[in-house]
Structures are given as structure tokens and as C-alpha cells.
């Protein structure tokens, strides 16, 4: 493999972790974006980042909190070292509008929009003639799966997802999932930028919508949401009753502010359209969730600005 110039497609809260986290590594990365208003969003998911990056590296070298195997490992720990990485990261990290200039010579394409599968079908037609041949493309979707776009990259044979976890220099796993007309070669060389990029790579031998993570997470997050829309209690009472039962650091609710309300909602979305269940007593469908008012009270938080962490107020209110 010789992956050098990565192109990801999206800045919210993962397409920036991914672009940044892939910058930090070494590679060339940079981000396309829609509009000046989403440069105007993501710039300072990025500044964000890097004091995250220089905090999160000071108390490694101080022995304090949970040790980032993303950013390094304990033996080989340079602090100064590290500094420098996230520097030449922040400082050489590109926001482009112009997709053609953007994945002009690009190895790899790390698509990471919203969850919308016909904004993602657009995506990929307007993508395809600007391609080298070369290029690679992956798609970080959190519950769609590859084989519903691949005709549309004009290139199924180098098509498969590239899933991340949220907080990547921390949570470093990705999960490398296949198509039935992905070329095994572009499955490794996948794999291989993976482990490059201080993730540990899991491969996924068949299409599963939400891969392992998201199979477990979606229907937690689910099932906390189920309980605040049907009335049962409240968001700060549910994710009590979480951490504190269990010993987890993060509820349902939590964690959905922290990988944003619209990516909730989108995935409430797209999960409502799954059959329900036959309930033999009352011979009719039965849906093992209230979809509609979940989507109803996501989209209520959304209209009013409350997005999550990155816009300082979601379920709970941030500093």
C-alpha cells in the first residue's frame, strides 16, 4: 500500500476526527466541504481538536486519565514528539470546497456525510468523473451498508467502509467492512491504512447494517430514547440509571449529545422503516419502538440549534 494523499468528505464530528487523526499519523489529508458556512462549522471542530490532542497528551505524560493508544503507545511515548505531530497536523490540514481540486491525485476517499442515503447517492455520481484511477473510497456510514451505493462510485471493485468510533485518538478501533464486488487487494491495503493510522482494525467478513459497534449501541440508544418519548421519565434519570447500574461512564442520552442529534435523528430515520414485529394476540405489526416520536422530538432540538456537544447544548447544556 501507499496511501499518501486522503481526502475526507464531510467535517462534522467524525469527518473531522478522521481527517485530523489521519494528519496527526503523517498523511496529507484534506477536507471537502459543501459551503463557507460548513468551513465556518468545522474550523473549530479542528481547533477543537487539537487542544484536545495537546491536553489529552499532557496528562499522558503526567500519568492522568485513560492512556490514548491513538495518539501513542506507552513505550514509545515522546511527548515533545507528539506536540510536534499534532502541530504539523493542525497546520497542514486543507478545507476545500472545490471537490474536483480536492481529490485531484487522491489515494484514498473517506466519505463521512449525515446519514442520508440519497444525499450520499448525489454524493458519490458528482464524485466519480473527478477520480484517478488509483483512488480508493470508503464510507464511514454508521448503519448503511456499502453495497447500496457501490454502483454509483463507477468503481464497486474499490468500494467498502471504513467505520470509526467517536473520540478516534482514544477510541481506536475501525471496523473494515466488504461489499460482494470489493476486490480482496483494496480490502487489505484498507486494513493496512487502518493500523497506520493507530486504529485497530476489525474486519467485518459480512455486510451487517451498524457493523459490531453500532449493531450493540444503536439499539441502546434506541431503547433510552423509547423511554423519554413514551413519558416513562427523564434523560438525566435514564442515564443514571445507566452509569450507575452498570458502571459505564456515558447514557444513552450523553453519548447521543456527544455524536450529534442529527446523526440520531437520521438513524431514528432510517431505522423506523424496518418491519416490526407480528404480535400474536392483536394479529397485527407492531413496532418495537414509538420511531415517530423519537424523530419527532429530535427534530424539535434540532430546529432549535440544540445539536449536541458541538453546539455547546443537546440533551444537557455545555460550557
Known sequence: MSYKKIVVAGGGV???QIAFQSAYCGFDVTIWLRSNSSIGRTQPKIDNLKQIYLN????MSKGEGVWA???SD????????CIEKVNHAYSNLKLELDLK????????????MAENEKDKIEFYKKLAPYLPDKTVIVTNSSTLLPSTFAKYTGRPDKYLSLHFANSIWQNNTAEIMAQEKTDPRYFDEVIEFSNEIRMIALPVHKEKNGYLLNSMLVPFLLSGLDLYVSGVSDPQSIDIAWTHGTGAPKGPFQIIDTVGLTTAYNIVMQYQ???????????????PYNFKEMAKVLKKYIDEGKLGISSKEGFYKYK
Open 14 to 16: 467524525l469527518g473531522s
Open 56 to 59: 489529552t497528551i499532557d496528562k
Open 69 to 71: 493508544t491513538g495518539i
Open 74 to 81: 506507552v513505550e514509545s511515548f515522546d511527548k515533545e514528539a
Open 273 to 287: 422503516k424496518v418491519p416490526g414485529l407480528i404480535c400474536p394476540l392483536l394479529k397485527k405489526m407492531m413496532m
Open 101 to 112: 481540486k480536492a481529490v485531484e491525485d487522491a489515494d484514498l476517499v473517506i466519505e463521512s
